[in-house]
C-alpha cells in the first residue's frame, strides 16, 4: 500500500452507534429471528451480525452496536429489534463514535475510535465496552431522577423537622425506592468485566482500553453512592412511618385511658348521688 492510500484509509471516518432499545431483550426469540433472516454468529452473551455494508452487535440486556452501518439500515434494524424489547426505552438512548483503521494499535481519543483493521472479535471487545456504557448511562439517569424528584422529601425535614405526607403517599415513594434500588443492583453485574472475555482472554486488554476511557469503573462507583442515598432515604421514610405509625397508637391509648377515666368518673358520680 503506498503511502497515499495508507493516509487516505486512515483518515476515512466511519460511525458508529451505540443504542439502549429498553430494559432487555427476549434474546432467545430474538435469536431464532434473526438467524432466519441474516447471517449471524452467536458468541456468549453477544450476537454478532455481518451485513453488506457494516456489522451490528445485539446484547441481551438491549442494547445494540452499529459499526459503518447506513441510517436506512439501522432503522429498519430497530423496528425489527422493537417486537423483542422488554420495557423499551422511549426515545432509545444512543451515543455516537466516529471510527477509521489503518491504525498500527486500538486507541480512542475525543470519541474517535482507531483500529488496525475492520475484524468482527475486536469489534466485539469494544462494543462489549460501548455498550456498557450505555447502559450504565441509562441506570445513572434513572437513579438521578429519582433523588431528583425525592429531593422535597430531606428538605422538608430538614427545614421542619418532619415529612408532611399522607401514608398511602409515603408508602408509594418508598416502593418507588426501592424498585429504582433493586432494579439497578439485579443487573449491577451487566457493569463487570464480561464472561465473553474468559473464553477469549486475548481480547480483554482491547476492552479494558475502551473501559478505561469511558471511565465505567469510577461511573460505577459514583452510581453506587447514589444507590445508598436511595436506601438512606427509603430507610428514613420507613422511620418516619413507624413514628407516625407509633404517635396515632399513642394517641389512641391515651384517649382509650381518658374515655376509661370519664366513664370511671362517670360513674362513681353518679353512684355518689344514689
Given at each position: 500500500m503506498s503511502r497515499a492510500e495508507d493516509n487516505d484509509l486512515v483518515s476515512r471516518r466511519l460511525l458508529c452507534e451505540a443504542v439502549c432499545l429498553g430494559d432487555r431483550f427476549d434474546f432467545k426469540a430474538l435469536h431464532e429471528h434473526l438467524m432466519a433472516n441474516y447471517r449471524c454468529t452467536l458468541y456468549r452473551d453477544v450476537l454478532g451480525i455481518e451485513l453488506q455494508s457494516g456489522h451490528c452487535f445485539v446484547f441481551p440486556y438491549g442494547v445494540i452496536v452499529h459499526w459503518d452501518i447506513p441510517e436506512d439500515l439501522k432503522k429498519r434494524l430497530r423496528n425489527e429489534f422493537l417486537p423483542f424489547v422488554n420495557?423499551?426505552?422511549?426515545?432509545?438512548?444512543?451515543?455516537?463514535?466516529?471510527?477509521?483503521?489503518?491504525?498500527?494499535?486500538?486507541?480512542?481519543?475525543?470519541?474517535?475510535i482507531e483500529i488496525p483493521s475492520i475484524q468482527p472479535m475486536p469489534m466485539i471487545a469494544i462494543s462489549h465496552a460501548l455498550a456498557q456504557s450505555i447502559k450504565l448511562g441509562t441506570f445513572e439517569e434513572q437513579a438521578l431522577q429519582t433523588i431528583r424528584d425525592t429531593a422535597h422529601i430531606p428538605r422538608a425535614l430538614a427545614e421542619t423537622g418532619r415529612i408532611e405526607l399522607p401514608r398511602r403517599e409515603t408508602a408509594k415513594i418508598r416502593g418507588k425506592l426501592f424498585l429504582t434500588k433493586s432494579d439497578i443492583i439485579l443487573k449491577y453485574d451487566l457493569l463487570d468485566t464480561p464472561e465473553f472475555f474468559w473464553e477469549y482472554p486475548e481480547l480483554d486488554a482491547t476492552y479494558q482500553i475502551f473501559a478505561n476511557y469511558l471511565e465505567i469503573r469510577s461511573r460505577t462507583n459514583v452510581l453506587s453512592q447514589r444507590l445508598e442515598t436511595i436506601r438512606e432515604l427509603f430507610e428514613m421514610l420507613a422511620d418516619e412511618q413507624k413514628h407516625k405509625h407509633s404517635s396515632t397508637l399513642e394517641w389512641i391509648i391515651i384517649w382509650l385511658i381518658a374515655v376509661e377515666i370519664f366513664i370511671f368518673l362517670f360513674n362513681d358520680f353518679v353512684f355518689a348521688r344514689h
Open positions: 420495557q423499551s426505552t422511549q426515545p432509545p438512548a444512543t451515543e455516537i463514535y466516529s471510527f477509521s483503521e489503518g491504525y498500527s494499535h486500538f486507541r480512542i481519543t475525543r470519541d474517535h
